[in-house]
Nanobody
Framework: QVQLVESGGGLVQAGGSLRLSCTASGRTISTYVVGWFRQTPGKEREFVAAVRWSGGDTYYADYADSVKGRFAISRDNAKNTLYLQMNSLKPEDTAAYYC????????????????WGQGTQVTVSE
């Protein structure tokens, strides 16, 4: 089993930055697909970004169009931790952000991920 714990959410003004962290325990997730999703009340959980291991030291990152150029996903395997650097934040980025991990799934559908954190709230004010 993998346990995921997010941190780093908060309240920020539009144009500001936040960095979310997601620390895993239970297993090493260096070869897992790990990603970030977000959800607002009454809406489906949506894909934000993911990073996939392709062998050796090579990883590939994917982003939702809505965050490309503003958000950056990264991982520190030594710390078993995933990050999401969020810059140029907009009010529409306001959501609960969840990290997710899976040993095999490589898509962007939330149902494909086996492990989830509890979420951290990000609120962007005007």
């Amino acid at each position: 089993q993998v346990q995921l714990v997010e941190s780093g959410g908060g309240l920020v003004q539009a144009g500001g930055s936040l960095r979310l962290s997601c620390t895993a325990s239970g297993r090493t997730i260096s070869t897992y697909v790990v990603g970030w999703f977000r959800q607002t009340p009454g809406k489906e959980r949506e894909f934000v970004a993911a990073v996939r291991w392709s062998g050796g030291d090579t990883y590939y990152a994917d982003y939702a169009d809505s965050v490309k150029g503003r958000f950056a996903i990264s991982r520190d395997n030594a710390k078993n931790t995933l990050y999401l650097q969020m810059n140029s934040l907009k009010p529409e980025d306001t959501a609960a952000y969840y990290c997710a991990a899976d040993p095999h799934y490589s898509g962007s559908t939330p149902h494909g991920y086996s492990y989830w954190g509890q979420g951290t709230q990000v609120t962007v004010s005007e």
